[in-house]
């Protein structure tokens, strides 16, 4: 029977197997504690922004307060082709995101997460 309304774009069946994966990511978020995540998100954000800075790059709200600071950083330099740059990276295996402000100048944003290591951020360092 064909339901009217919006029932009619509703999905046959529940996404179960997404269900199990969201009550394995909250109970990992849960034991490592979400306080303890946004610290260690915030120094990881420090040791980026240094590293990013010492290479030359000029990395957007580099200096906001840690209350208003997200782990999220977009970077660029002047003369630096980030399209190549954001496809080098790719094949590297590093996932970045190739964006562009409104005056046309473009970043590289990464979106680092607590479970991000200090060895990949080197490597990262490395292909910059």
Known sequence: VFRHGAQKFEAGTH?????VGL?????LILEVGVDAIAAELLRKRGWLVAAL???GYAVLQADAPPEHASAIISFHRAGCDLPALHQRLLKAGIITSLRTDRSGQKYIRLSPHFYNTEPEFERLMEQL
């Open 15 to 19: 996404n179960l197997l997404g269900l």
């Open 53 to 55: 800075r010492a290479k």
């Open 23 to 27: 009550v394995a990511a909250l109970r």
